[in-house]
């Protein structure tokens, strides 16, 4: 079993020396469900992009924004949020890493 812990300080770590301020690691993936552990540093962002059929975000460190559409969720360590089913973004408020747990097709 992975630790979360270990997991978000290592990507946290690969996210500050990253170019584009994020790393992220696929943890689980058995069909149909995804979880990747996914960190940016502040003032980064995962641009809009389509929801899955079904998501959440959970936040085990730092906080984000999630925004959309029909309104923006700050978020912060211990938060966990549904995705909503709609074009969405993602911005780093400080350094952050967040667990996306979804559901494809």
């Known amino acids: 079993m992975d630790d979360l812990n270990a997991l978000a300080d290592e990507h946290l770590t690969a ?3 990253s170019p584009h301020g994020r790393s992220a ?3 689980l993936r058995q069909e149909p469900l995804r979880q990747t552990v996914i960190a940016l540093t502040a003032g980064s962002a995962l641009d809009e992009h389509n929801a ?3 998501a959440s975000l ?3 460190r730092g906080s984000v924004r999630l925004t959309a559409a029909s309104g923006d969720v700050e978020l ?3 938060g966990l949020q549904p995705v909503p089913q709609e074009r969405h973004g993602l911005l780093a408020l400080e350094d952050a890493v967040v667990l996306l747990t979804a559901v494809n097709d």
């Open 76 to 78: 912060t360590a211990g």
């Open 25 to 27: 690691h696929l943890l």
């Open 15 to 17: 996210a500050r020396t």
């Open 58 to 60: 959970q936040v085990l």
């Open 52 to 54: 899955p059929p079904a």
